[in-house]
């Protein structure tokens, strides 16, 4: 026990001696977050508009100012002929146009055949889309206020958006932004702390040493398993004050499924370790071997669903994509450990196998 709590504090200085990995290890997180949450959003604000109001009467402004007023949008101009719409587009001071016939807001017409016309700039078709629906239901709205007179037949539509209502990005990609970091993190440092060894010459000492490989993995994992404790812990701060990310599901239930994710990442960089010779070729196996994956493959930032079938097959080999559904649910979402028990069982599973193969492969003789 003297031996290997030794040789867990040896792991502790060489984390802590090399400032680069801290700054590594701790900035990478607060980076990721204050990007994705900040920076990177799918979320359309301050859309730049440009209104052609032929109509010129009270329903006209008192549509326009609401819409002005949206944080959607921003009123860059209010003209009168339509060739403007063009003039707008061309010089990338409008998004998009929306025009209003003279007859508009005439109490005869319904909302859904109200005469107006709402132009976008497709070249980011999904911007254009978004923009568009924004933009329609507050016309919609508008107009339905307008009218004291309903139509014989009025079919309401109530929509409501579960656990989202807002549609704020950030509860998209926090959970994402969780698994890929702590995902990078663990990997790369795990995956050449066993190659460093090879590369000091100290690997000989471990070799003629009493120690059991299992002792020196599990040496060479505790330390980073404690630093990206910490930084879940750093995640969870920035994104609920900062961002506002609820966590409406059971605290310790998400601490203890990103305990196990870590421990999944921790064995998968101990086995990339143990198969590479060179800390650059780990290095780079672990930055390009994870990082694409979990971006394309985890779900936060492509929909799984939309992949042709032999990809949705490989992203069920991805860690991150599971611990993506787990941290969804549970801080989104509100749910229990019954409504992730599979996503939980995958990952006990594969964190088993990384573990397995890892004392498999960790050589007693060097090359």
Known sequence: M??????????????????KTLLLLFGMPVVQIILF???ITNEIKNSRIIVIDQARNIWSHRLIDKIDANIYFDVTGIKNDPREVVRAFRANTAVAALILSPEFGSPDKLPDRAPYQILTDASDPNAASLITDYLSAIIVSE??????????LQIGTDVRMLYN???KGAYNFVPG???????????????????????????????????????VIIAKVIPYFVVSVINLVVILLLSVFMLDMPVKGNLLLLLAESALFITTA????????????????AMLISLMGMMLPTILFSGFMFPIENMPWPLQLISNLVPSKWFYIIVRSI???????????????????????????????????LQ
């Open 143 to 152: 107009r339905t206020s307008e009218i004291n007179t309903p139509p014989p």
């Open 2 to 19: 003297h031996q290997i709590r030794a040789f867990i504090l040896k792991e502790f200085k060489h984390v802590f001696r090399d400032r």
């Open 37 to 39: 949450g900040f920076a």
């Open 177 to 215: 932004v969780m698994a890929l970091v702590l995902l990078l993190i663990c990997v790369m440092m795990t995956s050449i702390s066993i190659v460093r060894e090879k590369e000091l010459g100290t690997m000989e000492v471990l070799l003629v040493s009493p120690f059991k490989p299992v002792y």
């Open 165 to 167: 209502p807002s549609l």
């Open 266 to 281: 921790l064995s998968l960089g101990l086995l990339i370790s143990n198969i590479t010779s060179s800390q650059q070729v």
């Open 331 to 365: 801080m989104i979402k509100g749910l229990g450990l019954l409504s992730i028990w599979k996503e939980t069982l995958i990952l006990l599973v594969m964190t088993l196998f990384f573990i397995g193969l890892s004392l498999k492969k960790f050589s007693v003789r």
